[in-house]
Protein backbone atom coordinates (compact mmCIF):
# COMPACT_ATOMS: atom_id res chain seq x y z
CA UNK A 1 0.00 0.00 0.00
CA UNK A 2 1.62 3.77 -0.90
CA UNK A 3 1.95 5.80 2.41
CA UNK A 4 1.50 3.24 5.31
CA UNK A 5 0.38 4.64 8.54
CA UNK A 6 0.53 3.46 12.23
CA UNK A 7 -3.33 2.95 11.91
CA UNK A 8 -3.43 1.95 7.77
CA UNK A 9 -0.33 -0.38 8.00
CA UNK A 10 -1.43 -3.06 5.40
CA UNK A 11 1.42 -5.67 4.48
CA UNK A 12 4.09 -3.10 6.07
CA UNK A 13 6.24 -3.99 8.70
CA UNK A 14 7.86 -1.51 11.24
CA UNK A 15 11.46 -1.27 10.11
CA UNK A 16 14.93 0.99 10.49
CA UNK A 17 16.50 2.02 7.24
CA UNK A 18 20.62 2.04 8.16
CA UNK A 19 22.35 4.14 5.53
CA UNK A 20 25.66 3.07 5.87
CA UNK A 21 29.33 4.26 4.06
CA UNK A 22 31.21 0.49 3.79
CA UNK A 23 34.47 2.20 3.94
CA UNK A 24 33.70 2.75 8.14
CA UNK A 25 31.46 -0.15 8.56
CA UNK A 26 31.29 -3.56 6.61
CA UNK A 27 27.97 -4.98 5.99
CA UNK A 28 28.82 -8.15 7.69
CA UNK A 29 29.96 -6.23 11.01
CA UNK A 30 26.24 -4.38 10.71
CA UNK A 31 24.78 -8.20 10.49
CA UNK A 32 25.97 -8.68 13.39
CA UNK A 33 25.25 -5.96 15.44
CA UNK A 34 21.57 -7.26 14.17
CA UNK A 35 21.90 -10.77 15.16
CA UNK A 36 22.97 -9.71 18.46
CA UNK A 37 20.28 -7.01 19.06
CA UNK A 38 16.88 -9.24 19.32
CA UNK A 39 16.44 -12.81 19.74
CA UNK A 40 16.50 -14.19 16.66
CA UNK A 41 14.74 -17.76 17.72
CA UNK A 42 11.44 -16.28 19.02
CA UNK A 43 8.77 -15.79 16.49
CA UNK A 44 6.98 -12.90 15.42
CA UNK A 45 3.66 -12.47 16.75
CA UNK A 46 2.69 -10.04 14.66
CA UNK A 47 3.47 -8.82 11.15
CA UNK A 48 4.59 -5.47 11.93
CA UNK A 49 7.06 -6.57 14.54
CA UNK A 50 8.50 -9.04 12.93
CA UNK A 51 12.42 -9.13 12.98
CA UNK A 52 13.88 -9.14 9.12
CA UNK A 53 16.75 -7.90 6.91
CA UNK A 54 15.75 -6.16 4.20
CA UNK A 55 19.28 -6.89 1.11
CA UNK A 56 19.80 -4.71 -1.77
CA UNK A 57 21.48 -6.83 -4.26
CA UNK A 58 22.62 -10.57 -4.58
CA UNK A 59 25.30 -10.02 -2.04
CA UNK A 60 23.89 -8.54 0.55
CA UNK A 61 21.11 -11.37 0.63
CA UNK A 62 24.29 -14.09 -0.04
CA UNK A 63 25.59 -12.53 3.48
CA UNK A 64 22.41 -12.20 5.46
CA UNK A 65 21.95 -16.12 4.51
CA UNK A 66 25.15 -17.14 5.27
CA UNK A 67 25.01 -14.86 8.94
CA UNK A 68 21.57 -16.71 9.68
CA UNK A 69 23.29 -19.98 8.84
CA UNK A 70 25.88 -19.04 11.26
CA UNK A 71 23.10 -17.77 13.94
CA UNK A 72 20.76 -20.79 14.00
CA UNK A 73 24.15 -23.48 14.30
CA UNK A 74 25.36 -21.11 17.07
CA UNK A 75 22.19 -20.72 18.72
CA UNK A 76 20.99 -24.62 17.84
CA UNK A 77 17.36 -23.71 16.85
CA UNK A 78 15.52 -22.44 13.94
CA UNK A 79 16.06 -18.53 13.23
CA UNK A 80 12.75 -17.22 12.65
CA UNK A 81 14.50 -13.80 10.99
CA UNK A 82 12.96 -13.21 7.71
CA UNK A 83 15.59 -11.98 5.00
CA UNK A 84 13.67 -10.68 2.34
CA UNK A 85 14.58 -8.20 -0.84
CA UNK A 86 14.30 -4.55 0.42
CA UNK A 87 10.72 -3.03 -1.32
CA UNK A 88 10.19 0.62 -0.86
CA UNK A 89 10.61 2.57 2.69
CA UNK A 90 7.92 4.61 4.20
CA UNK A 91 9.26 6.60 7.19
CA UNK A 92 6.78 6.10 10.11
CA UNK A 93 4.76 9.75 10.88
CA UNK A 94 6.95 12.22 12.79
CA UNK A 95 5.44 11.79 16.40
CA UNK A 96 6.75 7.93 15.92
CA UNK A 97 9.81 9.14 15.06
CA UNK A 98 12.84 9.22 18.19
CA UNK A 99 9.96 7.82 20.50
CA UNK A 100 12.38 7.37 23.84
CA UNK A 101 13.40 11.27 22.75
CA UNK A 102 10.38 12.77 22.15
CA UNK A 103 9.87 10.94 25.95
CA UNK A 104 12.05 13.03 27.40
CA UNK A 105 10.60 16.42 27.22
CA UNK A 106 12.61 18.79 28.83
CA UNK A 107 15.44 17.26 26.37
CA UNK A 108 13.61 16.87 23.32
CA UNK A 109 12.05 20.83 23.80
CA UNK A 110 15.76 21.97 24.22
CA UNK A 111 16.56 20.13 21.07
CA UNK A 112 13.98 21.36 19.08
CA UNK A 113 14.85 25.30 19.95
CA UNK A 114 18.88 24.54 19.04
CA UNK A 115 17.33 22.97 15.27
CA UNK A 116 15.76 24.78 12.31
CA UNK A 117 13.17 22.58 12.44
CA UNK A 118 11.31 19.14 13.99
CA UNK A 119 12.60 17.34 10.71
CA UNK A 120 16.26 18.56 10.92
CA UNK A 121 16.24 17.27 14.29
CA UNK A 122 14.84 14.05 13.28
CA UNK A 123 17.33 13.77 11.16
CA UNK A 124 20.32 14.60 13.01
CA UNK A 125 22.72 11.97 14.25
CA UNK A 126 22.42 13.81 17.44
CA UNK A 127 18.51 12.75 17.64
CA UNK A 128 19.60 9.34 16.39
CA UNK A 129 22.44 8.73 19.25
CA UNK A 130 20.67 10.21 21.90
CA UNK A 131 17.25 7.98 21.37
CA UNK A 132 19.21 4.91 20.72
CA UNK A 133 20.76 6.01 24.57
CA UNK A 134 17.26 6.79 25.78
CA UNK A 135 15.91 3.49 24.69
CA UNK A 136 18.70 1.34 26.83
CA UNK A 137 21.43 1.33 24.00
CA UNK A 138 25.13 2.71 24.87
CA UNK A 139 27.72 3.82 27.36
CA UNK A 140 27.76 6.69 29.88
CA UNK A 141 26.01 10.16 28.97
CA UNK A 142 29.38 11.48 29.89
CA UNK A 143 31.02 9.74 26.79
CA UNK A 144 27.77 10.42 24.30
CA UNK A 145 28.08 14.05 24.91
CA UNK A 146 31.79 13.97 24.15
CA UNK A 147 31.07 12.71 21.29
CA UNK A 148 28.13 14.52 19.94
CA UNK A 149 28.29 18.42 19.12
CA UNK A 150 25.36 19.35 21.62
CA UNK A 151 23.43 22.49 21.42
CA UNK A 152 23.83 24.79 24.79
CA UNK A 153 22.09 22.81 28.35
CA UNK A 154 21.62 19.48 26.57
CA UNK A 155 24.68 18.22 28.25
CA UNK A 156 23.08 18.98 31.52
CA UNK A 157 19.83 17.07 30.42
CA UNK A 158 21.60 14.51 29.34
CA UNK A 159 23.11 13.84 32.58
CA UNK A 160 20.02 14.21 34.15
CA UNK A 161 18.61 11.64 31.88
CA UNK A 162 21.05 9.12 32.22
CA UNK A 163 21.27 9.45 36.64
CA UNK A 164 17.47 8.72 35.69
CA UNK A 165 17.83 5.89 33.67
CA UNK A 166 20.08 4.01 35.94
Known sequence: MESPTYERLGDHSEAVEVEYDPATISYDELLRVFWSSHDPLSPPWARQYRNAV?????????????????VAADLGGEVMTAIEPAGRFYPAEGYHQKYALRG?????AALLAAYPSEQALLDSTVAARLNGYLGGYGADPAGLADQLDLPTGVSELLHTAGARRR
Do not use: D, K
Not at 57 to 68: D, T
Not at 104 to 108: A, K, V
Open 54 to 70: FYHGEEQRRLAVASRTE
Open 104 to 108: NQPLW
